[in-house]
Every structure is written in structure tokens, then in C-alpha cells.
Nanobody, 118 residues
Framework: QVQLVESGGGLVQAGGSLRLSCAAS????????MGWFRQPPEKTRELVAS???????NYGDSVKGRFTISRDNAKDTVYLQMNSLKPEDTAVYYC????????????WGQGTQVTVSS
């Protein structure tokens, strides 16, 4: 059974940095893509960043130039380096992983809270 375990969330002042990690286990197939969504209080979940196994990246408009996503395919781990954090980045951050297998739903982590104080 695939499991995603996130770490690295916490409280930081505006302008600061945090690094999130998400380690996947339970498969030898790897993942077509991995990434992060976030859900601010009382708002819908939104894409933060994604990365394919080949390294192609995609970012949400609000984080471009501030956040960097990377992954270690050998470890099935994805990282999110968040710099120049703003109060509006406050949210629960969820890691996801897309299977190579057709018809299989994406896997999700339990979420990690990021709070940016002004």
C-alpha cells in the first residue's frame, strides 16, 4: 500500500523560508508525477507545484519565483523549497503522487500546516 509522509511544516515569519519533504513508500514503480497542493482556511485546494519523473515542473502563479520543487526518484521523495514566504501562503500543504498505472487514483499525504506570521 502506497503511503506518503510529509514533514517540514511549521510557523515562520513573513520573508522567511521553509522546506517541505514528502517521502513515498509501498511501490517499486515510481510515480509519473509528484507535487504539492495547498488549502488555505475556508478556501478550495489549489496547485502549488508539480514535477514529473523526468524533471518537468509546473507552478501556481502565486508562488512562481519564490518556491522551487525538486524530487529524488531513487528515494521517491519530493521537496518544496519555499522562500520569501507571505502570510497568504498560510495553508495546509498536501503532497500527492500520480501512479503510472492507468485507472489508479492519485495518492495523498495527510497534510502539513504552514503558518506565516506578518
Amino acid at each position: 500500500q502506497v503511503q506518503l509522509v510529509e514533514s517540514g511544516g511549521g510557523l515562520v515569519q513573513a520573508g522567511g523560508s521553509l522546506r517541505l519533504s514528502c517521502a513515498a513508500s509501498g511501490t517499486i514503480l515510481g510515480f509519473k508525477s509528484m507535487g504539492w497542493f495547498r488549502q488555505p482556511p475556508e478556501k478550495t485546494r489549489e496547485l502549488v507545484a508539480s514535477i514529473t519523473e523526468g524533471g518537468d515542473t509546473n507552478y501556481g502563479d502565486s508562488v512562481k519565483g519564490r518556491f522551487t520543487i525538486s524530487r529524488d526518484n531513487a528515494k521517491d521523495t519530493v521537496y518544496l523549497q519555499m522562500n520569501s514566504l507571505k502570510p497568504e501562503d498560510t495553508a495546509v500543504y498536501y503532497c500527492y503522487a500520480e501512479s503510472w498505472r492507468l485507472g489508479v487514483d492519485d495518492y495523498w499525504g495527510q497534510g502539513t500546516q504552514v503558518t506565516v506570521s506578518s
